[in-house]
């Protein structure tokens, strides 16, 4: 019988999980692997665009008409530049272990930076 790699190395890991639940600890502080490098980036990319989406939610509820559709204009245009960016970036790494960690680590980084842009715009119209 044969599995598809993607079912084979699901099943492995959750054997490894079951076998030694101190392998499978989501442990990010300091990870060893490349594997374990690119789901830490990962996460820390997802963590962002949480708070991403937290931030764009509470501005354009603090905003009228207007101003929260060029607030999503703007939003919209802005991802797009972002996952084209990225895209770019990783890219140069295509097919290597690398190129998850350098995609999810742009995506980390730019998103942490319109979450500060949009902190400050949430700022200036609750003043």
Avoid at 27 to 42: E, L, T
Avoid at 55 to 84: C, M, P, S
Avoid at 106 to 114: D, F, H, I, P
């Amino acid at each position: 019988m044969k599995f598809p790699v993607h079912t084979l190395c699901v099943f492995l890991l959750a054997a490894i999980g079951a076998i030694n639940p101190a392998a499978a600890a989501d442990d990010c502080k300091d990870p060893m692997s490349q594997r374990d490098m690119n789901r830490c980036a990962g996460k820390d990319a997802g963590r962002e665009d949480a708070l991403l989406n937290k931030n764009y939610k509470e501005l354009t509820g603090k905003v009228d008409a207007k101003e929260k559709a060029q607030i999503k204009t703007v939003q919209l245009a802005w991802i797009k530049f972002r996952d084209l960016q990225c895209n770019y970036e990783a890219d140069r790494y295509e097919g290597g272990t690398m190129q998850p960690l350098v995609h999810s680590s742009c995506l980390y980084e730019m998103t942490k930076q319109r979450n500060k842009e949009l902190a400050e715009m949430i700022r200036e119209v609750s003043h």
